[in-house]
């Protein structure tokens, strides 16, 4: 018996009804971008490896850990399944000159992919929704995405999100913390665990970030990069953060809030929920002015932000917001195959119209091999209540009939099903486009 071909662990189908909710998720995004005047972006999935490495830092988890890499048995060269989209955004922008006529703002969505334990709202495929304003330095462009995404809160109508804010400063700045930081965990080292001293050299402001309980009051009582930053970084958080008071936004300055990748500088923010257990963060981003020029573009400043749709959605069905799937506007009742041609050349021009159909058909099941062929003259396609029952089932609105009388006659019948159940009309098959719109939604 030959084995039983599944998804990958942590890659995961996406199934009606379910997908529903993706599809409004993602017609809502598209209202908000185009509402801040952002373009849509769509890079590959399959970059190659050192963009990921020079881009994300190559002493950072996503690369020493989660990234799905592996070399192209073709021409030997080392790929990556994207785990982020950001560093694919500033490759294309690069590769294609997009900055040459001005700063661009960019959306995208999107599958990413990162080998962790698979848990609630995080696998290894997982999908996000990100913005990108790349070619603009000043910090009302941060606050503008903020913004955004609190805009987007808004209009879910999730509750219970807060927003953490912190500057990273500048190179020179970070460079002064950094020292600090090493003077201060080396005097501790005792407390630290293997990873943090693995990269107390090579990345000491990534300890911050760490989750291991033992050592939250030591990182609590380290070196803080707000103490270190200049009058620039200072005047640009303080900017950012006018224009969230002024819009009525609520913040908190969280100093340990550095992000999981070494591109950030000045600005980074989160949107956290304590909804989801462990993986409370549902959006995150920030400021990363010096990316472009690491990746051999031309100097260029640039800030963004990612949201984890698995989360939005999580939180979307906890709190009962997710919206009803509704039906098509009609359903077809077709009691014989007789007439079907006739049938299928209404249908046709009533979805041309915009009305959105579905046709009750007979269904074969079994092998295919050995499954008794369906008459395509029989008479029967079903019951006219088991067609009707379907249709009520189906959500649709109204259900039209195709009764042998109403087409020798070159008519249908129009039953309502919902508003008004029961009520019935009839109407020529000849003057369809006079009487389509009154079955749209």
Same mark, same amino acid.
């Given at each position: 018996?030959?084995?039983?071909?599944?998804?990958?662990?942590?890659?995961?189908?996406?199934?009606?009804?379910?997908?529903?909710?993706?599809?409004?998720?993602?017609?809502?995004?598209?209202?908000?971008?185009?509402?801040?005047?952002?373009?849509?972006?769509?890079?590959?999935?399959?970059?190659?490896?050192?963009?990921?490495?020079?881009?994300?830092?190559?002493?950072?988890?996503?690369?020493?850990?989660?990234?799905?890499?592996?070399?192209?048995?073709?021409?030997?060269?080392?790929?990556?399944?994207?785990?982020?989209?950001?560093?694919?955004?500033?490759?294309?922008?690069?590769?294609?000159?997009?900055?040459?006529?001005?700063?661009?703002?960019?959306?995208?969505?999107?599958?990413?992919?990162?080998?962790?334990?698979?848990?609630?709202?995080?696998?290894?495929?997982?999908?996000?929704?990100?913005?990108?304003?790349?070619?603009?330095?000043?910090?009302?462009?941060?606050?503008?995405?903020?913004?955004?995404?609190?805009?987007?809160?808004?209009?879910?109508?999730?509750?219970?999100?807060?927003?953490?804010?912190?500057? $990273?400063? #500048?190179? *020179?700045? %970070?460079? +002064? =913390?950094?020292?600090? @930081?090493?003077?201060?965990?080396?005097? /501790?080292?005792?407390? $630290?665990? #293997?990873? *943090?001293? %693995?990269? +107390? =050299?090579?990345?000491? @402001?990534?300890?911050?970030?760490?989750? /291991?309980?033992?050592?939250?009051?030591?990182?609590?009582?380290?070196?803080?990069?707000?103490?270190? @930053?200049?009058?620039?970084?200072?005047?640009?958080?303080?900017?950012?953060?006018?224009?969230?008071?002024?819009?009525?936004?609520?913040?908190?300055?969280?100093?340990?809030?550095?992000?999981?990748?070494?591109?950030?500088?000045?600005?980074?923010?989160?949107?956290?929920?304590?909804?989801?257990?462990?993986?409370?963060?549902?959006?995150?981003?920030?400021?990363?002015?010096?990316?472009?020029?690491?990746?051999?573009?031309?100097?260029?400043?640039?800030?963004?932000?990612?949201?984890?749709?698995?989360?939005?959605?999580?939180?979307?069905?906890?709190?009962?917001?997710?919206?009803?799937?509704?039906?098509?506007?009609?359903?077809?009742?077709?009691?014989?195959?007789?007439?079907?041609?006739?049938?299928?050349?209404?249908?046709?021009?009533?979805?041309?119209?915009?009305?959105?159909?579905?046709?009750?058909?007979?269904?074969?099941?079994?092998?295919?091999?050995?499954?008794?062929?369906?008459?395509?003259?029989?008479?029967?396609?079903?019951?006219?209540?088991?067609?009707?029952?379907?249709?009520?089932?189906?959500?649709?609105?109204?259900?039209?009939?195709?009764?042998?009388?109403?087409?020798?006659?070159?008519?249908?019948?129009?039953?309502?099903?919902?508003?008004?159940?029961?009520?019935?009309?009839?109407?020529?098959?000849?003057?369809?486009?006079?009487?389509?719109?009154?079955?749209?939604?």
């Amino acid at each position: 018996m030959s084995q039983k071909l599944t998804a990958v662990k942590g890659m995961n189908d996406l199934l009606p009804p379910e997908s529903h909710s993706w599809v409004w998720l993602e017609g809502v995004v598209r209202g908000i971008m185009n509402r801040y005047a952002y373009s849509n972006i769509r890079t590959p999935i399959v970059e190659p490896t050192a963009l990921f490495v020079r881009g994300l830092g190559e002493v950072t988890d996503i690369v020493e850990k989660e990234m799905y890499s592996f070399e192209d048995r073709l021409n030997h060269e080392q790929l990556t399944l994207r785990p982020e989209a950001t560093a694919g955004v500033v490759r294309a922008v690069i590769e294609h000159n997009l900055l040459y006529e001005g700063g661009k703002r960019l959306y995208y969505m999107g599958p990413m992919f990162r080998h962790e334990r698979p848990q609630r709202g995080r696998y290894r495929q997982f999908h996000q929704i990100g913005a990108e304003a790349l070619g603009f330095s000043l910090p009302e462009v941060d606050a503008e995405l903020i913004l955004m995404a609190h805009n987007l809160w808004n209009e879910l109508g999730l509750k219970n999100i807060k927003l953490e804010l912190n500057s $990273l400063g #500048e190179p *020179a700045e %970070r460079s +002064l =913390h950094r020292a600090a @930081l090493i003077e201060y965990f080396e005097s /501790n080292i005792e407390v $630290l665990d #293997e990873d *943090a001293k %693995r990269r +107390l =050299h090579s990345n000491p @402001l990534r300890i911050l970030d760490t989750k /291991n309980p033992s050592m939250q009051e030591l990182v609590e009582k380290a070196p803080k990069l707000m103490d270190f @930053l200049g009058e620039s970084s200072s005047a640009h958080l303080a900017k950012v953060c006018k224009i969230l008071d002024l819009n009525g936004v609520t913040y908190s300055i969280n100093s340990r809030l550095v992000r999981g990748m070494d591109y950030y500088n000045l600005t980074v923010f989160e949107f956290v929920t304590d909804q989801l257990g462990s993986q409370g963060t549902i959006c995150g981003g920030g400021r990363y002015d010096y990316l472009i020029s690491q990746m051999g573009g031309k100097p260029s400043p640039a800030v963004g932000w990612a949201i984890g749709v698995e989360r939005v959605l999580e939180l979307l069905k906890d709190a009962n917001l997710l919206p009803s799937i509704e039906g098509p506007d009609v359903f077809a009742v077709v009691p014989s195959s007789r007439d079907i041609e006739k049938v299928m050349q209404v249908i046709q021009k009533l979805r041309v119209k915009g009305v959105s159909v579905q046709m009750h058909s007979p269904s074969a099941s079994g092998n295919p091999g050995s499954a008794k062929p369906i008459d395509a003259d029989a008479d029967s396609r079903g019951s006219m209540k088991s067609q009707f029952k379907r249709a009520d089932a189906s959500g649709a609105k109204f259900a039209l009939i195709f009764g042998e009388d109403e087409l020798s006659n070159g008519l249908v019948t129009i039953k309502t099903l919902r508003d008004g159940v029961g009520l019935q009309r009839v109407e020529a098959l000849s003057n369809v486009d006079d009487w389509a719109s009154s079955l749209k939604s």
